[in-house]
């Protein structure tokens, strides 16, 4: 009898260039239906993480939607990039009467955050509604810190090391928390529905931009195999040729390393870097875990385009122009990608080969 798989979808962080990976989704929903499988995204992935921008689209794809019908999840990947190509701007909006009302209300506006968070939360109360995590319509990890606490969070509707179920939070409130970028958002406070009390939480990309580790410690305590393991990990693209000049950057100091203008160096080097040592560690940790089999799917963005809050039109299209050539670059994976996927929803079919292309790029 085949080897039963479980497969996980890992998405980075990373603001409005979550639109990459939501692309790279949308093509393996296509081919999926080109094979004769129309089913939503919570069917297909046993297990979603996500950390920022990556936990917005995981919980979007696994969280129920108010008021649908059984099975019916919050978001489709085509409201999804809705959002991205369009409802973002709003999200990123930083008129110049915005910041004039806010420094007369704040006489230090000179640190206050980059946005006003509420229309986010308007936004995510309206998509999510007041559903909690233990609801979800698949298996779901979001990354967060707490701020008070000092500690990292992982939330999840999964099981805790000792077998016991993990404390639950509002959907809405679990995505503000994780897409909590600091100097962008203020930080989150959310209600901890287990132990009944607030808990003040930013964006997991302090700590984690790349969760796949997590996801694959997620599914772990789930009781997993190795063999089982499937991770398809998605990444926000990164720009390698921008540079911050030792020049600029050795006169900065600490307002200079947040000022927004320059795309916050600060966050930009520390997820970048958190990115790249993920990914790196995970294609280490997994060929020594042959078992497990681990995609790795990234994008090469021009200068730009790196900003996570650059949500301009014409930025838009030239993150889906980042997103058209992974794609084109890896037609062959995703096909393979699939065939796999395809026999994990119809159990009838035959078994896919898993690809030789793990580690893929």
């Known amino acids: 009898m085949a080897q039963t798989k479980r497969f996980i979808l890992s998405i980075d962080g990373g603001g409005v260039r979550g639109l990459i990976p939501l692309r790279i989704l949308e093509t393996l929903e296509s081919r999926l239906v080109q094979r004769g499988v129309n089913v939503p995204m919570h069917e297909v992935f046993d297990l979603m993480a996500g950390t920022s921008t990556g936990g917005l689209i995981a919980a979007g794809l696994s969280a129920p939607r108010p008021g649908g019908s059984t099975g019916e999840a919050a978001a ?49 109360k309206e998509r999510f509604g007041w559903t909690s995590m233990a609801s ?15 500690k990292a969070v992982f939330m999840t509707n999964g099981l805790e090391e000792d077998g016991s179920r993990p404390d639950d939070y509002y959907f809405w409130q679990a995505v503000r928390a994780t897409t ?34 997590a996801a694959y410690l997620e599914a772990r305590k789930l009781g997993w195999d190795q063999e089982e393991i499937v991770i398809i990990s998605l990444g926000t693209g990164r ?20 000022q927004p203008s320059r795309g916050v160096p600060i966050l930009s080097i520390f997820a970048d870097g958190q990115s790249q040592t993920a990914a790196y560690q995970a294609e280490h940790l997994f060929r020594e875990l042959p078992n497990v089999s681990y995609y790795r799917l990234d994008a090469t963005l021009v200068s730009e385009a790196e900003d996570m809050d650059n949500a301009r039109p014409g930025n838009i299209i030239a993150l889906n122009g980042a997103a058209d050539r992974v794609i084109r670059d890896n037609t062959v994976l995703l096909d393979e990608l699939a065939d796999m996927l395809k026999a994990h929803v119809d159990p009838t079919e035959m078994d896919a080969e898993t690809p030789n292309l793990v580690h893929a790029a």
């Open 239 to 258: 720009a390698p040729e921008r540079p911050f000049p030792y020049r600029e950057a050795v006169g900065w100091g600490a307002l200079g390393w947040m």
């Open 136 to 150: 979800g319509l698949t298996r779901l990890v979001l990354t967060a810190y707490d701020i008070e606490q000092r």
């Open 180 to 213: 909590a970028a600091p100097s962008y958002f203020e930080p989150a406070r959310i209600e901890n529905l287990t132990r009944k009390r607030d808990e003040a939480m930013v964006d997991g990309g302090v700590f984690m931009n790349d969760p796949a580790t």
């Open 76 to 124: 489709t990947i085509a409201e999804l990039r809705a959002f991205y190509e369009r409802e973002a701007r709003d999200i990123f909006r930083n008129s110049i009467s915005a910041r004039f009302a806010r420094a007369v209300t704040n006489p230090l506006g000179l640190f206050d955050e980059t946005y006003d968070a509420r229309p986010l939360e308007k936004l995510l």
